[in-house]
């Protein structure tokens, strides 16, 4: 069984928004450096987004500074991403993961995720 189930992808026009989610299975999610990815296929996993467990801090990837927001409900142990102003680039599968390193400009070490959700960006 995958820990995480992503959610929330699919088609909107450039400009627009959307917003994931992801649940996580047999894990708490606040005791993990947690977020979000992307990949596009046959090309490298580019780390979005992450919460690191110490402190609660949120970095992102410069790629998506101002446009993605993170959040995490503990209480429901989900994760989201809200996604604005896309662009035809950010057409990609999105997936939450483990990070195993969560810091400013230093997100990675990815490991555990789910089967990812679609999102297309039309131009």
């Known amino acids: 069984q995958l820990p995480f189930a992503e959610s929330g992808g699919g088609l909107v026009p450039n400009g627009g928004s959307l917003r994931l989610s992801c649940v996580a299975s047999g894990i708490a999610l606040d005791d993990f450096n947690i977020g979000w990815f992307r990949q596009v296929s046959g090309k490298d996993r580019i780390p979005l987004a992450c919460i690191n467990r110490r402190d609660g801090s949120i970095y992102y990837g410069e790629s998506v500074k101002s446009r993605f927001i993170l959040s995490r409900d503990n209480g429901k142990n989900r994760l989201y991403l809200q996604m604005d102003s896309l662009k035809p680039e950010d057409t990609a599968v999105y997936y939450c993961?483990?990070?195993?390193?969560?810091?400013?400009?230093?997100?990675?070490?990815?490991?555990?995720w789910g089967q990812g959700t679609q999102v297309t960006v039309s131009s």
């Open positions: 993961a483990k990070f195993g390193r969560c810091r400013s400009e230093d997100l990675g070490g990815l490991a555990s």
